[in-house]
C-alpha cells in the first residue's frame, strides 16, 4: 500500500497502472500477499494502538467541545475488546475465501476451431470512501488484493493517525510481494473528495461506506457508477393468516435487535381483518421494548379497542399518530410507522411506491401469498416469515461484505467478493474471419454448441 | 404499447407501475404478448410502410438540401430488400429465447427451515434513446417484454412516422394480452431527453443506441447507469510467430469487411522483429483495398524498404505518417493506424493506455504469449487468432443484442437479454429471528451449506 500526498489524479493513475499487474497475478501471489498483511499488521500492533490512541485523545477532545458524537468516538476506538483480533483475523477469512478470479461461466464453440469462453475479471480500480471506522481499511485492502482490484482509499479525517499507521504496516508488508505498491493506496490531503469522483478516466467503482448523506452526496457528484445504498426503509406485511407468536418474535427482532442498522424495520404494514388480532400483542410487545408507534386512524383505533391495550392507559398514551411521512422515513431509531392494508395488493404497491428496495418481508401461513408478496416486491431481498435483520453478508454466507447495494444493475443486496468481478470475453481461433459466415450460399453457419464448464 | 403526449415524468412513473406488473407475468404471458406483436405488425403492414414513405420522402428533401447524409436516409428505409421480414422474424426469434426471468442462480441453506435463493428478475424500467433506424423499436419491445421489464422509448424525429405506426400496431396487439399497456412506451415530444435523463426515481436503465456524440451526452447527463459504449477503438496486436496468411486474412477482415462499425479494426500494432516480414503482405493487401495506413516512423520506413512494396512507388506514396492522435482515433473507415512495438508487454500496454476496452485482439503461434495477453488487456473482448469482427451478440450466439457496453460493472460486451436482468435475494423461514444466531452460549450457528441449484 502506498501512502500518498500525490494529487488525486496521479494516485488514481497509478492505481490503475497497478490494477493491470494486479489483475494478472495468481491467486497464491494475492494470498502470500494477503498472509504478508497479516503479519505486517502484527507485528505493528503497539505502532499502531498508539496512533489510534491520539486519534482517540483528538476525539474525546472534540466530543467534549460537542463536535463530535460520542458513539462516533466509540467506533474509532482499536483497542476495544476484540476489535484487533477481529480485524487480523478478517485478513486471513478473506485470504481462504474462494478465488473470484478466472471463473469460466459460459463456454460456446461458435464453430470449429473458434471458442467463446466467458471468464470472471477484477472491475479495475475501486474508490471506497469510508467514515470513521479504522479497522475497515484492512478489510477493504484485503477484499481489494483477494479481488485483484486496486483500490484507492480515502478515510474520514477523524481516523487519520490510525489510518497513516495502518498503511504503512500494509505498505511495507507488500513490498516483499508481487502485488505492486499502487494497488492499494491511502489518500490522505484534504478535501480531495470531488476531484477524485471526477476521474471516471481511471476508476470503476465507487464504494461510499457511511452515513446516507455520504451516499447521496457521492451518488450525485459522479458520473462512475457508485455500489451502495443510502436508505434502508424495510417493511414487513402482517397477514392475517400468520402465526401470532412468529409475528411477535420476528417484528421484535426485526425492530429491536439494532434499530441504526440499515436492514432494521422502519413500516410495519398489517392486514386490515387482523388489526384486532394480531396487531395488538405485536404492539405491546414493541411498546414494551420502548419503541414508539406511529399508527394511522385505523391501527391507532383498533390498539385502543384491543382488550390488550385498553386496560393501559400508559401504553395506549404512547400510540402516536402518523404523518404521511413517517411512511417514507428511515428512523434507525426505536420508532415504527404502522399502517394497515386491505391485502397483499396494496401492501406490495405500498412496498414498491415508499420502501427503499433494501429488504421487505411478508409474515403468512399461506404460501402462495407469500410467493406472490416475494414476486411482486421489488427490493434486493424478499422474505417470508423471517427478520429483515438476515440481510447480511456474514449471514448470508458471503464470508465477508463490501456493502450492501439497492442498486438494480450489476450487484444487489449484501456484496461479497462476487459484487467485486466483471468478465470478459475471450476468443480463441485459428485465423478465422467473420466474411466466411452468412446466409448465403457458399458461407459458413454458425455452430452456438454449448459447452461444459 | 402506448404512444404518449404525456410529460416524461407521468411516462415514467407509468411504465414503473407497469413494471411491477409485468415483473410478475409468466412466460406464457409474455410470449404470448409477442406472438400478439407479431400478428399486430403483420397486418399493419402497409400502413406502416406507407408511414414510413412519408419519413423517407421527408428525409430524402432533407438530404437534397444537405441537412441529412444519404447513409441516414438509407438506414430510414423499411421497404429495402428483406428489411420488414427480418424486423418480424426478430419479434419470434426473441420470444423462442430461453426465459431468463426466475432462473436460480445460488441456494444456501442459513439454517433448518431458514432458505436463502437468489433469483433473476428484471431490472424495472428501462430508457432507450436511438437514433433513426425504425425497425430498432420492434426488437427492442420485444427484447423488454420477454424480459419483463418496462421500456420507454424515444426516437429520432426523421423516423416520427414510422415509429407512431409501429406503435400503434404493438399498441391494439398488446391490449389483447396480459402486458399492461403502460409497459412499453413510445415518447414522441420533442427535446425531452434531458427531462427523462433526470428521472433516476422511476428510470433503471439507460440504453442509448446511436453515435459516440449520443452516447457521450448520455453519459454526461444523468445519474441513471448507462449501458452502451462510446468508442471502439479495436486493435490487433501482429507477434512474429504468427502465421503470414492468417495474419492478412484476419487483419483485412477486422479493417475492411464493414469500417463503420465499432467493432473494426482502428490500430495495428506490429511486433518490431515482425517488421520485415509480416508487415509487407499485411500492408500490400490494405492497400490493395484502398485503406489508408497512417505508419510511425519505424513501420513507415520497413515498409518503404520492403521487397514487397519497394516496386510500387504507387502504394509507398500512399502511406502517411501517423500523428500521436491516430492512436487514439476511432476512425469508422478504411483508416489505419499502425505503429511498432518491442514485445506482448509493450503491446498490452498500449491497448489499456489507447483502447476502449471494446475489443482486442492479438495474432500469434504462441499460446502462452496469446494467454498472456487476454489477461492482460482489460477489454470486454480478447482474441487471440479471430477477427475483431466476431464481437455481436448474434455470432455469440445470444440470440438478439441491445447493444455492446464497455461498462465495467453489470454487462460487458454484447449485451442480450441476461444483460437486462438482475436479481433478487428470497429468504424462506419459519419465523427465523437473527438475535437466535452468534457465537455466544445457547446461540446458534449459520449453516451455510449449499443446496443444489
Known sequence: MSLTNASPSEAARAAKEASHVLATLPEPARNEALTAIHAGLTAAKDDILAANARDLEAARAAADRGHLSPSLVSRLDLGKKGKWEDMLKGVLDVRDLEDPVGKITLRTKLDDGLELTRVTCPIGVLLIIFEARPEVIANIASLAVKSGNAAILKGGKESTESFVAISKAISAALDGTKVPNGAVQLVTTRDVIPQLLDLDRYIDLVIPRGSNELVRYVKSATRIPVLGHADGLCSIFLEQSADPKMAVDVIVDSKTSYPAACNSLETLLVQESALDSLLPPVAEALLARDV????????????????????????????????????????????????????????????????SKHTDAILTGSPELAERFMAGVDAAGVYWNASTRFADGMRYGFGTEVGISTNKIHSRGPVGLEGLMIYKYKVRGRGHVTADYGEGEGLKRYKHEKLPL
Do not use: Y
Open 292 to 355: 414508539v408507534l406511529r399508527c394511522d386512524a385505523k391501527t391507532k383505533a383498533a390498539l385502543t379497542a384491543s382488550s390488550t391495550l385498553s386496560s393501559s392507559p400508559d401504553l395506549i398514551a404512547k400510540l402516536e399518530d402518523a404523518r404521511d411521512a413517517d411512511f417514507d422515513t428511515e428512523f434507525l431509531s426505536l420508532t415504527l410507522a404502522v399502517k394497515s392494508v386491505a391485502d397483499v395488493g396494496e401492501a406490495v404497491a405500498h412496498v414498491n411506491a415508499h420502501g
